[in-house]
Structures are given as structure tokens and as C-alpha cells.
């Protein structure tokens, strides 16, 4: 385990806000973590309140940290092959990409199109993180935790963890009692390229002849290649750029809001609004469009600034932002987009 007090956490948040917690423990087991918050004599001293984090890589630390970061050291893949069915145990403080190198480096379908998703496995299970048509839901089939208040581990199947774009019960009912300590998931060695979103098929033909793709011998590591460069051309790099990827939701909204946001592109000469079919006959409208049509894109005040390849993205633009600069960008960019399409977009950053 690691101990520390009054500790810089400027590297453990992709946004670098240079925030300090009261305390951080670092643990290596779920055994350990169970026996350290049990212990009363150990776990009265630990200032409050308890925050877990995973790669910090979704977070906005608002300002210092009055009480202890959680942090899981836990890190193991285990497979289990069963015909064509591999069924994967991740410790939750794997480093996502790892696993999803892993995987496509060993032929496995399943975790390619997660590809380059900045933090870790606990995290992708309550984050539902997802790209390029896929969610960390779709190959989740079960969830190991410990629960914290009443000190027992209890292990939910994937149908139990409430899943929905970026939503899961861990963000909600079990916010705060459920530590994740392994995720399991279940990838296939049959052959399954999800290749539906933007232009991720063409991508690939581009790059190694369509005939690859007609003749059905495509490799999840060529898929996971290509995914990797379309990330990188859109999302800036975290070792140059501080974020924490998209900032803000793509909202859903009902068939009427979308008729006035359309009506107001025509008024304006935006183009075709760019919209998605979603659950219960809502809309998704792209929030980077609406954020571009506002005229955020590439963007800079002081040191804060809006992504130039993706308005979605809200960046530490010299290194030294701090948090009242990304805040006070966020509120200006989410007042421009309710005045102009009277749509209000919610922050997929947790802000702590
Ligand atoms: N768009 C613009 N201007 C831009 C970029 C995009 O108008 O500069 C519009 C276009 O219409 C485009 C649409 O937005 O077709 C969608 O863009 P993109 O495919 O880049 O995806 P996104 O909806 O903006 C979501 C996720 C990303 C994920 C991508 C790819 C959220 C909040 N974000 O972004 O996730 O990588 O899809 O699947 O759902 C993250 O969560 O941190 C993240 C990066």
C-alpha cells in the first residue's frame, strides 16, 4: 500500500490542475482494501470524505481536496478460454489501453474499438466509457466490488450495473459504497468487427484495401490501429495537452427540440444539423457541433481553451489553467449553446 499526506495530485488528474488531497492510499489488493477500511483504529484517521479515483482522466478537481483519494494498485489480466468464448478478469487498476493492447495482440474481438480511452478498468466499469459504436457495458459481464459499509465483496452481473450511455449505478444508488476491485468481460475469438460508426470503415479500407474487409481478415489489431490514429488526429494528446477528453454529454433531446435547433441552422446558414437516432424516440444531437456552431472551436482565454480538431474537448491550453479559468469557460460555453439553440449541455467531467 502507499500512504501520504498532503500530496500533490497534479500527476494523477489528465486535466494537471495542480490541486493537493489531505491524503491518498494507494492499495494493491481487494483483500488489502477490505482489511484497511475495516481496521477502525486505521480508517478513523483518514480525513473525510473518501473519493476513488482511477487515471483521474474524468475528473475536474474544482479546488484542494479536503479528504482521502482511493487509488486501486490491483493489476492482472486472467483469461479463461471457452470454445470461442475468452473470458477476461481485470484487475481494476489495469490501465484500460493495456488490456485492449492485450487483447488485440492476442486476437481477441471485443475491446478493439476502445482502444486509447484514457484510464482504467474500475473506472471504464462505472464510466461506461465508450467510442466508435461500442461501451465498456457491451462486453461486461460482471462486476466484482467491495461494498464498503457493510465490508463484503458482492459481484453484480453486467444486466445488474444499470448501464446507459456514460451511466451506470455505480455514478448513482452505489456512488460512494461500491469499490470496484475486477471487472469481467467476455471477448470472442470469432470474428466481429464493429465497424458501423463515422468512418471507421473507411479507415480501414483506406488503409489496408477493402478487399481485407469483403474477405472477412481483419484483425482486432488492425482495427485497433486505425482507431488509434482516428483518436489521435481528433483528441489531444495527454502527454502534451491537459484534459479529461469529452467535457461535456451529447445531449438527447425530443423531436420538438430538434425542429428548433434545425430551424435555427437554417435561419443562420449553418448546414444540416448533424443528429442520431436515440432511445425513446429522442434525437442525439453532436454537443462538438453545437459548441462549434457558438463558435468555441480552437478557442483560447488565458490559459483554458476549447480543443481546436474537437470542440467537445475542453483543454489546459498552457499547462497552468487553473480551475475557476475551466470553469468559467464551461459556463460560458453552455450559456451560448441554451441562448442560441435552447439546449443546455451537462458536463460529463465529474467536478470534485
Ligand atoms: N463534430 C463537429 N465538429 C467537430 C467534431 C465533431 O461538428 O469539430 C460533430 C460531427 O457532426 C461529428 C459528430 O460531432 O459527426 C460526432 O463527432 P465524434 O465522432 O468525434 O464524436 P463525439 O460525439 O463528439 C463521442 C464521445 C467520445 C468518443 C467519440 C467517438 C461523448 C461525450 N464523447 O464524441 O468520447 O471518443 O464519440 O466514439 O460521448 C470521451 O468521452 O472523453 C470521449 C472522447
Redesign the pocket.
Known sequence: MNLKYNTDLGGMNTFRMKVKAACLLEYDSAEELSSLLSDTRFSSELPLPLFHIGGGS?LLFTGDFPGTILHSRIRFIEPVEDGDDVHVRIGSGVVWDDFCAWAARNGYWGAENLSL?PGEAGAAAVQN?????KEAGDIIESVECLDIQDNRTVVLKGSECGYG??ESRFKNDLKGRYIVTAVNVRLTKKYSPDLD??HVREALAERYGSAVIDERRLTPAQVREVIIDI?RN??PAPEETGS???F???PFVLPEQYAKVAKVAEKENLGPV?HFPGDDGLIKI????LI?KCGW?GYVEGNAGVYR?????IINATGKATPDEILALESKIVSSVREKFGILLRP?VEHI
Not at 309 to 313: E, H, K, M
Open positions: 474524468n480511452i466509457i465508450g467510442a466508435y459504436g450511455y456514460r460508426y463515422g483518436r481528433k483528441l479529461a477528453g469529452s461535456f454529454r451529447n448533424p453532436p454537443a462538438a457541433w462549434e472551436k480538431n474537437q470542440p467537445l474537448v460529463e
